[in-house]
């Protein structure tokens, strides 16, 4: 009875009510879904960079750097020789090179050329068919199999450049031999092939500029190289021996990750900050709502108590309708962050090939759970003690 | 049933009530007239324990109230007074039976819809049980008032200016009503009003 009371009070002022709901409906999603977006932004990038303790490529942004040559979102800085590169995996202290050439794509979906190292870096399976070993043969991300709709033994022409518009190179066709399976990481996105089967193609290309085409001499270009270091003193020495007396950029990937987040969390946290500022707003509604209520409802109130019910009583049934609304507020909250990260992740990866889809309830929800339920009680209790200052005999004999 | 003597109460010490002694048996109506500044309400209100009196005693069944404590005073009230108010209020947001089966549900018994069917029936407001309170006419919801007033069958029934507010005819039925169904449950009636009309009706009639 008490429960239908509050609930049909909560329908009797529909309005009101909404608005209560719809504030506190878009504080809880907005803080909702940047918990979610942030946790999953973090977790990709720091998946994808274990284990990788340094990429060289041409001089420009760091940040750039990382960007292109890691996660693959960025363009590259430019092209460096491939021996300039070879001559740092020279040093002792370098573990393992992997050598990336970039600069193509099929229908959006970049083409790596690299070696073997790659796929035991990223630890990748063969879901189906097997590695590329000759010229102009590729693998295939398990995203980019799906969504770009190749199946083993298909052929396909790229394009120049990383955009879909590129133009193409027709002469020449890949021919898919195998296609990894889901690895959660960029590499889900790509179509990899050999450094040699990207050199041939642009060889090709340029076959046309006759005084180029027989010279055997010409150096070889790659975009970017990723280094792992044998010992911690290779972090220590070499990206600065690098950047100071070669014609190449050394860039860390945790330190350009951290700077990255550094940035984003400034946005996070003045946005979190924003959404806790209109969930209190609900809260401030709801106190409005119930106080403006009570007045109202004053002689009711009286009656009640005359009809035997006790002050707590009345007490918590006002509670309650704090606590109704801020319920539904957290659930449609909730609702709506999901339908949120839905449409992000579809936009995100459509656009960067960059999946955040992740439904299940986080930790921090919880707290979010707690957070609405104390600011519908706090809101409701202040203006409800005035049920324990009612004078029944006086309010019944004047109103 | 009820009995009361010497009732004196004070709001803030410079006027003081004092009010005749009197009782009201099993069955019987009692009609308190008076003009208005007389302290009717207020009597009322000692007689529904939401005052307490300065001095003197209230008995329903022998047994003394004037000295109980709030809580005592609210389950008393709950149970044992039916009470009809001047003005007829509800809890808006609830429908009519909804607001009739609060009257169980606040004291703590069992809610009985077929006792809400069966006083809206006596009462004629069968059809009106959807409704919210606010849609009826001042008539209906006077009804209503006394059937709510009847809900937890109470030993007394207080009303207090029943039928100021209602057109004669409205006026005539609802005393009828009120008469009629204190004395199947045999209920004491206290009727406090300034409405000459009601003179007529009454054999025990005090003039405060």
């Known amino acids: ?55 060289v490529g041409a001089k420009g942004s760091p940040l750039q750097l990382i960007l292109s040559s890691i996660y693959q979102i960025d363009n590259p800085t430019g092209n460096v020789f491939l021996d300039d590169v070879v001559a740092i995996a020279q040093n002792p202290l370098v573990k393992e090179m992997i050598p990336l050439s970039i600069g193509d794509n099929y229908q959006g979906f970049r083409i790596v050329g690299t070696n073997k190292k790659y796929f035991e870096h990223f630890k990748t399976q063969i879901a189906s068919g097997k590695m590329f070993k000759g010229n102009l043969e590729v693998v295939l991300g398990a995203s980019t199999a799906k969504n770009a709709n190749l199946k083993v033994g298909d052929t396909f022409a790229s394009s120049h450049g990383l955009d879909s518009e590129g133009e193409k190179h027709e002469e020449i066709n890949y021919k898919v031999v195998g296609i990894l399976d889901y690895n959660n990481s960029v590499v889900d996105n790509l179509i990899l092939t050999s450094l040699n089967s990207v ?25 970017s190289a990723i280094i792992k270091f044998r010992s911690p003193m290779g972090m220590m020495t070499m990206p600065r021996n690098i ?30 900050f924003l959404a806790a500022v209109i969930m ?19 002689y009711e109130m009286a009656l009640m108590l005359s009809m035997g019910a006790s002050r707590t009583r009345l007490f918590l049934m006002l509670l309650l309708e704090g606590i109704i609304l801020s319920l539904l507020g957290f659930i449609s909250g909730i609702a ?40 519908g009680i706090l809101a409701a209790a202040l203006p409800s003690i005035g049920i324990y200052r009612i004078n029944i005999s006086k309010t019944l004999a004047t109103e | 049933m009820l009995a009361c003597t010497e009732l004196s109460f004070s709001y803030d010490n ?89 009257a169980n549900y606040l004291a703590d018994q069992k809610e009985s819809k077929t006792q809400a069917q069966k006083l809206a029936q006596n009462l004629g407001i069968s059809e009106l049980l959807d409704k919210k309170t606010s ?41 009828q009503l009120l008469e009629n169904q204190s004395k199947n449950i045999g209920a004491a009636l206290v009727i406090v009003t300034h409405d000459q009309r009601l003179k007529d009706n009454f054999k025990n009639i005090i003039t405060l």
């Open chain 1, 1 to 55: 009875m008490l429960f239908k009371i509050s609930w049909k009070n909560i329908l009797n002022k529909k309005l009101n009510s909404f608005l209560c709901i719809l504030l506190m409906t878009l504080g809880i999603a907005m803080i909702s879904l940047l918990m979610l977006l942030g946790k999953q932004l973090q977790d990709k990038f720091a998946k994808n960079i274990s284990g990788i303790d340094l990429v």
């Open chain 1, 199 to 223: 050199w041939n193609i642009h060889e090709h290309k340029d076959e046309n500029h006759e005084d180029e085409a027989g010279d055997s001499t010409v150096k070889r270009e790659i975009t």
């Open chain 1, 243 to 272: 950047n100071q007396n070669s014609k190449l950029q050394a860039a860390v990937p945790a330190i350009e990750v951290n700077r990255l987040f550094e940035l984003l969390g400034i946005g996070i946290e003045g946005l979190q």
């Open chain 1, 280 to 298: 209190l707003i609900s809260g401030i509604s709801v106190f409005v709502s119930l106080y403006n209520s009570l007045k109202e409802r004053k």
């Open chain 1, 336 to 375: 709506l962050s999901r339908i949120g990260i839905y449409l992000i992740s579809n936009a995100l990866s459509k656009k960067f090939h960059f999946d955040v889809s992740q439904f299940n309830l986080q930790t921090g929800e919880l707290y979010l759970f707690v957070g609405a339920l104390l600011v």
């Open chain 2, 14 to 102: 410079k006027k003081t009530f004092n009010f005749p002694s009197f009782s009201c048996e099993k069955g019987e109506t009692l009609l308190i007239l008076g003009n208005s500044g007389v302290g009717k309400t207020t009597l009322l209100h000692l007689l529904a324990l939401l005052l307490t009196p300065n001095s003197g005693s209230i008995k329903i069944k022998g047994k003394e109230l004037a000295m109980l404590t709030a809580k005592e005073a609210s389950q008393m009230r709950a149970n044992h007074l039916g009470i009809v108010y001047q003005k007829p209020h509800f809890v808006s947001s609830l429908n009519v039976i909804d607001n009739l089966l609060l």
């Open chain 2, 135 to 175: 849609l009826l006419s001042g008539g209906e919801q006077q009804r209503v008032s006394i059937a709510r007033a009847l809900m937890n069958n109470p030993d007394v029934i207080l009303a207090d200016e029943p039928t100021s507010n209602l057109d004669d005819e409205n006026c005539e039925k609802v005393i």
